[in-house]
């Protein structure tokens, strides 16, 4: 198997504990080059859509490369401000990703919070986010991930604990799961 199946393998592991189904429509919210996107593309399949979101320009290239050339038309490459106003209706979303994003090199805990309630806002009901709350500290996981979760109408599904995807390796780690209630 090559590196970049070896790779995929794992995220559709991930992403199956997730919930994501075909047909659904899916936020890669700091998506990358799109470790997390592209696998998503074909859980969803032909009917459903991924928005790959992401403020780096250069990620973003290369994402729409690896879009072309694996022939999947279901991928819209969307590029951000560093601002954590979402370009989405409300919701519309069935799955939100916050993967390796909402740490402090990237947030402060002001704009994470806002963030984590427009992820809410965007998440349909029955809808889930997932969180890979890479280089945050179990404190900062709770105040700021876990008890919003919770005031904002998600409940705590069973975490997703083994292999993952990081900066274009495998490591183990843990991914929170959240439901939206109906
Ligand atoms: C460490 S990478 C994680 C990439 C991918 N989610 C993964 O797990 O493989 C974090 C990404 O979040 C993006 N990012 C950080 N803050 C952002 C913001 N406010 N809006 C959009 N993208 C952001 C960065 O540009 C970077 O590509």
Redesign the pocket.
Known sequence: MRDIERLDAVVEKVLTAVGVCTGERCL?????????TIPLAHLVGPTGEVLG????AE?LQRLGERVRRAGIETVRVLS?????TLPIEDMSIDVV?????LHD???SVE?RAA?VEEAARVTRPGGRLSV?P?HMTGRQIKRDIVAPAGRLGFAAMEAYVGPL???DGIIDGRVLIFEKAH
């Open positions: 890669d919210f700091g998506c990358g080059h799109g470790n997390y979101l992401d403020q780096d990620a951000a401000s560093a601002k954590t990703l916050l993967y390796d994003v090199h990237y947030f704009r963030l890979f890479n995807v990081h900066d």
